[in-house]
């Protein structure tokens, strides 16, 4: 029999048999008018669960992509842009920034805190900028970054188009584009969509895409809206082959995520989260992100006094259980565990039944049950 492993690092995370079953369909041309009919649908649904007021790109590639789709159809060589950074991946933003020539400013969080709307407020009043990245969840911290204040923040300064980073965030962390004030919101299919990774989610605003016509001609050309636009308006059109069976896939998502509502989700998410926090510290693990800035769709947590990492997430796979190490500083410090998407209460008894028995490998003297029976006590308040 092979291995059962369940799935939890912060992405991808598990698929379920209705979602994979989309993937093994059998191929359609993307001319085929039952194919037009799907991709259409799924970008109007999408569009609506952001409340977006102007495009929404589901398209192939990676949440990688989508940063870099964002970055170059809001700005041109030469302009500044503000980087909001509470971690990795916000850092991530000032490498493709500055290889697009942009003049960038930096603001950062110590990990574990975030950037205030405050302090980005500042910012913005002594300098223009043409665009500001904001990491909804930063998935090297679990840090959730406060984007609705941060949007009433932008709706100060017009000139400036509001990115959001919602790769580890988006289809659970609650967010409404259009009274947030973002222009440009991403995601990727294999975090709380819970899809395969190979497809990202871009939502435009009205205002993102008269950015883009302002700039004429821009340099890159997958990931040009004007090229997209097209399409998206048309889907029997053609620019470049769509994933179709990630299409159906994540079309398929969102019929799970409306099935449930999408405001339903976001709570579920954040009671859980709340309850695995409790969890994770009756037995000793301490998160890293300050409390009130814990995301709801992973943790990093710090390990116990003399846990070894790598024995740690070793014995974590032995006991069927795949979680991710941290990243840059917090490597061999804490461990990344994953709880988004379509995963339920029992994959989280799964998860802690796995972390109790690794500790005990890793020498610590934890009473088996303890961090299950706090978990179920506060899903069943
Ligand atoms: N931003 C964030 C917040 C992420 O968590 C990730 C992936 N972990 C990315 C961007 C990059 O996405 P991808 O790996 O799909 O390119």
């Not at 041109?76 to 909001?84: A, E, N, Q, T, Y």
Request: charged share 25%.
């Amino acid at each position: 029999m092979d291995k059962k492993v369940l799935v939890m690092i912060p992405g991808p995370t598990p698929v379920v048999d209705s979602i994979r079953e989309e993937m093994g369909r059998p191929m359609q041309a993307f001319g085929d008018p039952r194919f037009v009919a799907d991709y259409r649908k799924l970008i109007d649904d999408l569009g609506v669960m952001m409340n977006c007021n102007g495009q929404c790109f589901p398209l192939a590639g990676t949440g990688t992509l989508a940063m870099e789709m964002a970055i170059s159809n809001v700005t041109k060589r030469g302009d500044s842009i503000l980087i909001v950074s509470n971690g990795f991946f916000g850092d991530r933003f000032i490498d493709i920034c500055q290889r697009k020539g942009l003049d960038v400013d930096v603001i950062s969080a110590e990990w574990g805190d975030a950037v205030t709307a405050e302090e980005i407020d500042k910012k913005l009043s002594e300098k223009t900028y043409a665009a500001m990245t904001v990491t909804h969840v930063d998935t090297s911290t679990a840090v959730v970054a406060p984007i609705d204040e941060i949007g009433a923040v932008a709706a100060k300064h017009p000139e400036v188009c509001y990115i959001v980073d919602g790769v580890a965030a988006e289809a659970a962390e609650y967010t409404d584009m259009e009274a947030m004030n973002i222009d440009i919101l991403f995601t990727g299919s294999q975090k709380a969509f819970g899809v395969c990774p190979g497809m990202f989610i871009l939502w435009a605003s009205k205002k993102a895409l008269e950015r883009r016509k302002s700039l004429g001609t821009i340099p890159e050309y997958y990931v040009d809206f004007e090229k997209w636009l097209p399409v998206m308006e048309n889907t029997a059109k053609y620019f470049a082959t769509p994933a179709v069976n990630l299409v159906w896939a994540l079309a398929e998502s969102v019929r799970i995520i409306n099935e449930e509502g999408y405001k339903a989700r976001c709570d579920r998410h954040r009671k859980n989260a709340d309850a695995m926090v409790k969890a994770f510290e009756s037995i000793g693990f301490t998160p890293v992100a300050k409390p009130g800035l814990r995301a709801c769709t992973l943790s990093v947590l710090l390990y116990p006094e003399g846990v070894d990492d790598a024995k740690f997430r070793a014995a974590m796979y032995d006991n069927g259980v795949v979680c991710a190490g941290s990243l840059a500083s917090l490597a061999g410090k804490s461990f990344r565990i994953g709880h988004m998407g379509n995963v339920d209460e029992n994959d989280m008894i799964v998860a802690l039944g796995a972390i109790e028995r690794s500790l005990v490998t890793c020498g610590v003297d934890v009473k088996l049950g303890t961090s299950i029976g706090v978990y179920q006590a506060e899903m069943a308040k």
